[in-house]
C-alpha cells in the first residue's frame, strides 16, 4: 500500500463511507418515532467519541 497515498486511501473510504448511509436513507421511511432518536445517537458517538477519548490525541 506504500503507492497508493494516503490521501486517496483517505478519500476512497469516504466516499464508500457517503455511498453506504445514503443506502440506508430509504429504510428511514415510516419508521416508529424511537428510531429518529437512535439514528441521532449513533451518529453523534461516532462524530464526537473520537475527539473525546486519549487515543485520538495521541496522533
Do not use: C
Not at 451518529?43 to 473525546?52: D, I, N, Q, T
Request: glycine share 4%; no cysteine; hydrophobic share 60%.
Amino acid at each position: 500500500m506504500r503507492f497508493v497515498p494516503r490521501s486517496v486511501m483517505v478519500g476512497f473510504v469516504n466516499a464508500l463511507a457517503n455511498l453506504v448511509v445514503m443506502a440506508q436513507v430509504p429504510e428511514l421511511i415510516d419508521v416508529p418515532w424511537i428510531v429518529y432518536p437512535l439514528v441521532a445517537g449513533a451518529l453523534a458517538l461516532m462524530v464526537f467519541l473520537p475527539r473525546l477519548t486519549r487515543r485520538s490525541r495521541l496522533r
